[in-house]
């Protein structure tokens, strides 16, 4: 009794199918300790550099520094092409100054310590909605680089390609691609130096501009607390990771900040009164590989955005309610 | 919900396509599924919106019309066929006058409710808002994180900015 021809490859199959699990899983192992690796690395070197950023046909390059000591982290973006800006970030503020060194925003930051990068028992549920795989060496910006793939399970979220520096981890390139394997946002290091060079960037304005910045505006915060509010259908692997309520200066108003991620991609969910005093913006619209829908939601306006595909972004608007209906 | 995404490519035979809008007609999830394919498709080309409820508005305010026809039979149901294209040709009339009127197609958004006003649809008037909402949403991305301060150039990228401001 012969076997139908068209069976023989299945059976081959089944024959290499329990090392092809088994190798999988190790790369997936392997994957797990690189992408900790880069998380360290973005918090623990020093490095300045400057890179690309693209999405659609815009291209536009910012240089950024970090620097770490005993005292903390201090870092700086600032925008090379279009209308300066610099965010300078410490481990209490982030600051967002204009082409004349004037604040035009300040954001208090309380939960960094308490909110590491890519927690543990996030990364342990990343397997289920992504296959991890590690890629080839290639060289970018001069230095060595690992690429690593993660790939999603379903529709629901963003495949990522990353390329971290062979020795220490950093980032070199990221790549964010949709369910067709288009690159939905892309930014890459062109020149990058690592280590004991880097200078502590300078975060006070330029004395020759204080007199114009004598009045900043005072600092947005934001509080963890019960907001009362709830997402019902979010797609499967997104967890609330945090929820708290968010008070612009001067405001007495609390905006709603649900944040919910699947160890990965997050996406946050913000409800507040819908405004009177000017017209809503409703409905999708995109910054890279950034999702923004907004809806209003009887006497309240939700707005809901992330590094997601459209999809999870307005399935997680269209079933916010009030916790308990 | 593959033949609806197929019909929408305009994939199918004709006689397909009729049964599929006949589905379409009875379904009301499938309704809904076209309309969010369409909003996807829209954002993902071209970065405009039409709100999801555009398709169904419209057609509750069709069947809020006043009859001037004598009142037939199969009127209702006629009016829900036909409500489908024609929600879709007002929508490109919408579209085709929103490209005339626009300049900056990004972060601009096409206010479905009033159609007639371009002055409101040029206003983009949250962008400045949005730029609070993303650089707080940075926080606590994990995404992010690998980037470190890679992540911010989305609240500070040039085409995003509020003139306003």
Same mark, same amino acid.
């Given at each position: ?17 329990? /090392? ?301 309610? /009030?916790?308990?209906? | ?165």
């Amino acid at each position: 009794m012969s076997l139908p021809v068209r069976l023989l490859p299945s059976l081959v199959l089944l024959q290499f199918w329990a /090392p092809v699990a088994l190798a999988e899983t190790l790369q997936e192992a392997e994957a797990l300790a690189l992408l900790q690796k880069i998380a360290g690395a973005a918090r623990q070197l020093n490095y300045s550099g400057t890179f690309i950023y693209q999405h659609g046909d815009h291209v536009e390059s910012s240089r950024i520094t970090h620097f770490v000591d005993r005292s903390g982290e201090y870092e700086k973006l600032e925008t090379l092409d279009g209308p300066k800006r610099e965010i300078f970030r410490t481990e209490n503020e982030i600051i967002t100054f204009d082409g004349e060194h004037r604040v035009i925003k300040r954001e208090r930051r309380t939960r960094r310590n308490s909110f590491p990068a890519l927690l543990p028992d996030q990364l342990a549920h990343l397997t289920e909605h992504y296959l991890l795989r590690k890629g080839e060496l290639e060289r970018i910006a001069g230095y060595d680089a690992q690429a690593l793939l993660l790939e999603p399970r379903d529709g629901f979220r963003y495949g990522h390609k990353l390329w971290a520096e062979a020795s220490t981890g950093l980032l070199l390139k990221a790549r964010m691609l949709d369910e067709k394997g288009h690159a939905v946002e892309q930014s890459v290091f062109t020149q990058l130096i690592i280590g004991a060079a880097v200078v502590r960037p300078v975060f006070v304005p330029s004395s020759s501009s204080s007199d114009r910045s004598r009045d900043p505006p005072s600092a947005d915060s934001a509080t963890p607390a019960d907001t009362g509010w709830v997402v019902k259908d979010q797609p499967a692997g997104f967890r609330k990771i945090i929820e708290m309520k968010r008070f612009k200066a001067g405001s007495q108003t609390p905006v709603a900040h649900l944040v919910y991620s699947d160890g990965l991609a997050a996406v946050s969910v913000f409800v507040e009164p819908l405004p009177t005093s000017r017209k809503v913006p409703e409905g999708l619209t995109r910054q890279g590989a950034v999702n923004i829908y907004t809806r209003p939601l009887s006497d309240q306006l939700v707005t809901v955005l992330g590094e997601a595909p459209a999809v999870t972004v307005m399935q997680m608007a269209n079933s916010v309610s /009030p916790r308990g209906q | 919900m593959d033949k609806i995404s197929q019909l929408m490519d305009g994939e199918l035979g004709e006689r397909e396509a009729r049964l599929q809008i006949r589905r379409l007609e009875s379904d009301p999830s499938l309704t809904q599924a076209w309309d969010t394919y369409h909003l996807i498709r829209d954002a993902l080309r071209d970065d405009i919106c039409i709100g999801i409820d555009f398709e169904r508005r419209l057609r509750q305010r069709l069947d809020g019309e006043p009859t001037v026809i004598a009142p037939h039979v199969h009127f209702a149901s006629r009016v829900v066929r036909y409500s489908l294209p024609l929600a879709a040709a007002v929508a490109g009339i919408a579209l085709v006058g929103w490209l005339a009127l626009s300049s900056q197609p990004q972060s601009e958004h096409l206010a479905e409710t009033k159609p007639q006003n371009p002055v409101a649809v040029a206003a983009a008037p949250a962008s400045g808002q949005m730029s609070d909402y993303l650089l707080a949403h940075q926080e606590y991305s994990p995404t992010a994180d690998l980037q470190g301060m890679a992540s911010y150039v989305r609240t500070v990228s040039n085409e995003d900015r509020d003139p306003a401001r």
